[in-house]
């Protein structure tokens, strides 16, 4: 059976979060929206391979995926495992059927499998998985649930007193001692969902091992039960802070239960304590919101001594993982295909970036922040340019085809003055073929050409056939090689065209006969 595709950029991820982070299986498959086996597979293939994290320096996608899957699927000699739901099902629905009998079976068809003890032992930690009710023991530093609580908060036009905005509160409650970071923002946009994360981690002075995170439609690009798609800006923060993203599965309020304390702590607390003032900016309601949560964290438990800062100091913050030493940058990603003119285009404004010729019709990650575009393909940087916002295009001639390469540096001033070495008579027949092109771009071609017959033919001679071409107006390549190839150019120039004007009689009516 072909194995299933999964986005290479899913499985560094995977190698990021199980040989960098030092996570179990299990949290690695909830982060990625895979199964923790799929999970072990590729940890177990990547250490076979020798790799850790972080991964070779210029490895691209081919070379994880000839690395990782080229190999045989298990090792020499390792053991046959058991399909536990068969072996639950017999269990299950027929009588008289035990363990030992199953095992029995199955050494029959596997003599080196697992021993009888073994064999009970796997299909425990196996049974154990079915149906778990989650506890919510939360070890230090290791989890923070963010969420949207829905419920808004007005902000006033300080001129007009009109309503401004309706002020979306973001909440995040660490996981251990239930601390409160909580910020108002215009909107649930993917850049302010980002931010508030970014500033929720400088705030507790540390990054958690995870974030869990409800399905909105910022953090995920699809909602699924079962493989919930990360959005790609979002999964690129959470890689510069090293923590892991682990959205809650649907219609499943234990994955989230710290979120939801935390949500009605600020909806009872923040939010509903501040409904009788009237706040006209976003900064004077933010700094309600800091006064609110700071008495919310220095509140004393009611039925536990302390209080969540004083837990946070002693439990959490101990355990946070250090900030990067840069701040993120947010950036968006998205996909394009490099078109003909090995372009693509950031939308936003209608500006037009290169990359390498030779990736014509490859599909390109597309990064653009606020100062750099960056363009990748198979997870390698093949282009970064300084972001213009006007519209128009940004060309590095490292990636250009030779031939483009060559003309891109011409200007009309540089051809004429080229066309002005051979003589006079050539630099007028260059200006005449730019002047009748809608771009003098257009005509750089035509001029370089006729230029260069001055290496076969001579100056003298081509200067001669320009003459003999402006006389006969033939503003062309082919026409100046025809002269010098039938010698015309040695033969004295034709008489001048006469302008014609037509006699005054009186059958020829003026301008005074419709008056």
Not at 260 to 284: D, H, K, P, Q, Y
């Amino acid at each position: 059976m072909p194995r299933p595709h999964i986005a290479m950029r899913k499985i560094r991820h995977v190698l990021r979060l199980a040989l960098g982070e030092q996570m179990s299986y299990r949290e690695v498959g909830r982060a990625t929206a895979l199964p923790h086996t799929t999970v072990a597979d590729y940890v177990r293939r990547a250490r076979a391979a020798g790799l850790g994290w972080p991964l070779p320096e210029g490895m691209d996608d081919d070379a994880i995926d000839r690395v990782l899957f080229s190999r045989p699927e298990a090792p020499p000699g390792a053991k046959a495992v058991p399909d536990w739901a068969t072996v639950h099902l017999e269990l299950r629905k027929k009588r008289g059927v035990t363990l030992m009998l199953l095992w029995d079976e199955y050494r029959q068809a596997h003599p080196d499998g697992y021993a009888y003890s073994q064999f009970n032992e796997l299909y425990r930690r196996w049974k154990a998985t079915i149906d778990v009710v989650m506890r919510q023991d939360h070890k230090a530093g290791e989890r923070l649930f963010v969420d949207f609580p829905g419920m808004t908060i007005p902000v006033y036009d300080p001129k007009t007193g009109q309503l401004a905005m309706k002020a979306e509160l973001f909440v995040a409650s660490l996981g251990a001692s239930g601390y409160l970071y909580a910020e108002a923002f215009p909107s649930q946009g993917l850049m302010y969902w980002v931010a508030a994360h970014v500033h929720t981690f400088e705030a507790l002075g540390g990054c958690p091992a995870i974030v869990v995170c409800d399905n909105l439609a910022s953090g995920v690009t699809r909602a699924h039960r079962y493989e919930p798609e990360v959005n790609a800006t979002y999964a690129e923060m959470a890689a510069h802070y090293g923590v892991a993203v682990m959205p809650a599965r649907a219609y499943k309020p234990r994955d989230k239960a710290k979120a939801e304390i935390g949500v009605l702590l600020a909806e009872r607390w923040v939010i509903a304590r501040l409904r009788n003032r009237r706040f006209t900016s976003l900064a004077e309601l933010n700094a309600a919101i800091v006064g609110l949560v700071a008495w919310l964290n220095d509140r004393p438990y009611k039925r536990l001594p302390g209080s969540r800062r004083a837990v946070f100091e002693d439990l959490d913050r101990p355990a946070l993982r250090p900030l990067p030493a840069t701040r993120y940058e947010f950036a968006t990603w998205r996909r394009a295909k490099l078109g003909l003119d090995y372009h693509v285009e950031v939308r936003a404004e209608h500006h037009y970036y290169s990359a390498p010729y030779t990736l014509v019709g490859e599909v390109l990650d597309v990064r653009a922040s606020a100062g750099t575009v960056e363009l990748f393909h198979k997870g390698r940087r093949v282009a970064s340019h300084v972001r213009s916002g006007q519209p128009g295009h940004t060309t590095d001639p490292a990636h250009m085809p030779s031939s483009h390469r060559r003309h891109a540096s011409w200007t009309p001033a540089r051809v004429m003055a080229w066309a002005s070495k051979v003589g006079p008579s050539t630099a007028a027949l260059a200006e005449a073929v730019m002047d009748r092109r809608p771009h003098p771009e257009q005509g750089f071609r035509t001029c370089l050409g006729i230029v260069r017959l001055s290496k076969r033919y001579g100056d003298e001679r081509l200067e001669a056939a320009a003459a003999r071409a402006l006389a006969l107006r033939s503003y062309t390549y082919r026409s100046v090689e025809s002269i010098l190839r039938h010698g015309l150019d040695r033969q004295p120039l034709p008489a001048e065209r006469p302008v014609l004007t037509h006699p005054g009689h009186a059958n020829v009516r003026g301008a005074a006969y419709y008056n």
